[in-house]
């Protein structure tokens, strides 16, 4: 079988070409399979079990909820209540699904309100394994907060009761964003990294862009858990009056940041026109949508625009160039936010000559992955194969599509092969999953 890989790409030395080409690309483009495990605006006001948040330790002292937080280009900013830190009692949770291996990202908007000095500091919101909604004792990705003698404030991070704390220093009574990266191991003998940034003003909208973190750990293993399940608030004795609002936790960079999720955007050659479709949820604070083409994949121009719905649940949206360009397009969403910041989908790309062969891109790939081939007919399908050629993944080919889109995300790390069955005609690639 490596043989048949190794001969494929030998004789096919152009399509390697597109394909790095297309790996470059990609790099500097977002993933729209993320997932987002949970967000918390504090859309409600007295105690957060009102928001369905658990108490799962303490017996006095509950939190409850003060004015929002507001951060600009963060567009859960501004949106319903905060969160009170000020006591030592009652902590609270809220699960999500369990998560055992990659990245995890925390975002949270911060505004430490202590009225006094020298605060020793503390966790007040971690990450880690809950086994129930009262049982919360397996911690990681801890968050603190400590205020000096003059007056400053610290912010730091660990996996574990004693924080590395941030060389800078922070002001009070002022909202700050920060991002905690956990990248989970497995097996759990491994380090967790861990990486913190805190932005006074602005946000990379992309992780490549952003600075060099505020604390990065890379020795640490979590003492109590491997896996995260639950994000906790916590109240503590030694730690600074908090005010936190905000709470995203997802698998990307851009979902921690931004609420828009696309789900889905691909682009279908029908009838001489290029249809773009794409899938949104949790629409906030979204203005609009620019469609953008470009002939190398470089320098882009608007080909038109759909307006936002603004829906917290599923949107489905469609647009159709109708004067493509001759051979290869590049296509890729600018998602305009009503603050005037955005993010960019991924690109895909469209052939408007038939393809003769089947093209595979980004490859390597790590969650979706965009396939070129002839023509389809009525019953043709793609079908992602192990080495020992058992159909792992199958989908249904529109019919006069040169080019469909597939989350690979459930593969395993390895190779694959690629199989376009086009009504009896059959083609073959190779796929490597990362």
Request: glycine share 8%.
């Amino acid at each position: 079988m490596n043989k048949i890989f190794f001969n494929y790409f030998v004789q096919n030395k152009t399509i390697m070409k597109k394909i790095f080409t297309l790996i470059f690309i990609y790099l500097f483009t977002q993933n729209v399979n993320a997932q987002l495990l949970l967000f918390e605006n504090f859309d409600f006001t007295g105690d957060l079990v009102l928001g369905s948040w658990d108490v799962h330790s303490g017996s006095s002292d509950p939190i409850s909820t003060t004015s929002g937080l507001t951060f600009p280009g963060y567009n859960f900013s501004g949106i319903g209540n905060a969160a009170n830190v000020i006591g030592a009692g009652f902590d609270y949770s809220k699960g999500f699904t369990l998560q055992s291996s990659g990245a995890v990202f925390l975002s949270v908007m911060v505004n430490v309100t202590e009225s006094g000095n020298n605060i020793t500091g503390s966790y007040f919101l971690h990450l880690g394994d809950r086994v129930s909604s009262t049982t919360f004792t397996s911690f990681c990705t801890r968050l603190f907060a400590k205020v000096d003698g003059s007056g400053n404030v610290n912010f730091g991070a660990s996996h574990s009761s004693t924080a590395t704390y941030a060389t800078g220093n922070f002001a009070k009574n002022t909202t700050y964003l920060i991002v905690l990266k956990t990248t989970l191991s497995n097996p759990a003998a491994d380090p967790d990294n861990l990486k913190m940034w805190v932005f006074p003003t602005s946000i990379p909208i992309a992780e490549i862009q952003a600075p060099t973190p505020d604390v990065e750990i890379t020795t640490q293993t979590a003492t109590s858990t491997n896996t995260i399940n639950a994000v906790g608030i916590r109240q503590s004795t030694n730690m600074p009056d908090v005010v936190v609002d905000g709470i995203r936790v997802s698998t990307t960079w851009d979902e921690a940041l931004l609420p828009l999720n696309l789900s889905q955007f691909s682009a279908s050659l029908i009838n001489n026109s290029v249809k773009i479709n794409w899938n949104t949820y949790n629409e906030v604070n979204v203005n609009n949508f620019l469609i953008e083409r470009s002939a190398d994949g470089r320098n882009f121009a608007s080909v038109g625009s759909e307006n936002a719905r603004n829906t917290v649940g599923n949107n489905s949206y469609s647009f159709t160039d109708i004067k493509p360009l001759s051979g290869v397009s590049y296509y890729r969403l600018k998602m305009m936010d009503k603050d005037g910041s955005y993010k960019y989908s991924q690109i895909v790309v469209i052939n408007n000559k038939a393809a003769l062969s089947v093209e595979v891109f980004p490859n390597p790939v790590v969650n979706s992955v965009t396939i070129s081939h002839p023509k389809g007919l009525s019953g043709a399908v793609i079908r992602i194969l192990s080495p020992m050629g058992n159909t792992l993944q199958s989908i249904p080919v529109q019919v006069g599509s040169v080019q469909t889109g597939m989350d690979v995300s459930n593969l395993q790390k390895g190779n694959y092969i690629v199989v376009f069955d086009n009504n009896g005609e059959r083609r073959t690639s190779k796929i490597i999953k990362q």
